[in-house]
């Protein structure tokens, strides 16, 4: 009898070692996978970028046609509170005034507003002095007109694009791959 206790508790030991020394776990993720998964990553924000990016613009071309209201009002009350002043002066004060609290929506380094200059995001005021009105216009990035207001006091006139225009122009021209 006691030979064969022996002889099943060997027999158990065997049947517990490993067999061939095989090192694999199947829990273990491969670089296969890995690479699989960032593959995959990269291809869905490769399709959600464009939406990404077209609302970031939108969102800038909102702010520009907003520093140009902006600019407007302001130029409409510094006229009625002083009906004599140039409109040079006027757009200077309003302009230097303005910069300190609105920002550039395209290039933080850039002012808000330029006078008779063109820079990327900025809002361009052209003060006309035989005519006492200033021009207001601000462009997209693409450098689409977005806003043109002409002041001359006591009224102005102003054409505004609709920004949703812009997204389908911009929608169709990347599906007809301009």
Same mark, same amino acid.
């Not at 490769?46 to 609302?55: D, G, R």
């Not at 002066?89 to 920002?103: D, S, Y």
């Not at 009224?155 to 225009?165: C, N």
């Given at each position: 009898m006691d030979e064969n206790k022996t002889e099943n508790t060997t027999a158990g030991k065997a049947d517990l070692a490993p067999e061939d020394?095989?090192?694999e776990n199947p829990n273990k993720i491969t670089i296969f996978e890995i690479f699989v998964g960032l593959l995959l990553v990269l291809c869905i924000?490769?399709? !959600?970028?464009?939406?990404? #990016?077209?609302?970031l613009d939108n969102k800038r071309n909102a702010q520009m046609q907003t520093n140009a209201s902006i600019f407007t009002s302001k130029?409409?009350?510094? #006229?009625?509170?002083?009906?004599?002043?140039k409109a040079s002066?006027?757009?200077?004060? +309003?302009?230097?005034? !303005?910069? =300190? @609290?609105? =920002?550039n929506?395209?290039?933080k380094k850039n002012p808000a507003y330029l006078i008779k200059a063109k820079c990327k995001g900025c809002v361009i005021i052209t003060p006309d002095d035989a005519l006492n009105s200033i021009a207001v216009e601000a462009y997209?990035?693409?450098? +689409? !007109?977005? @806003? &043109?207001? *002409?002041?001359?006091?006591p009224? #102005? *006139?102003?054409?505004? &694009?609709?920004?949703?225009?812009l997204d389908a122009g911009k929608k169709k021209?990347? =599906?007809d791959g301009k």
């Open positions: 020394n095989k090192d924000g490769l399709y !959600l970028s464009p939406n990404i #990016f077209l609302k130029a409409l009350g510094e #006229f009625s509170s002083n009906n004599k002043m002066e006027a757009a200077q004060k +309003i302009a230097k005034e !303005l910069n =300190k @609290v609105n =920002k929506p395209y290039d997209s990035n693409d450098n +689409i !007109l977005l @806003v &043109r207001t *002409v002041i001359q006091p009224s #102005f *006139v102003t054409y505004t &694009r609709d920004l949703t225009s021209g990347k =599906k």
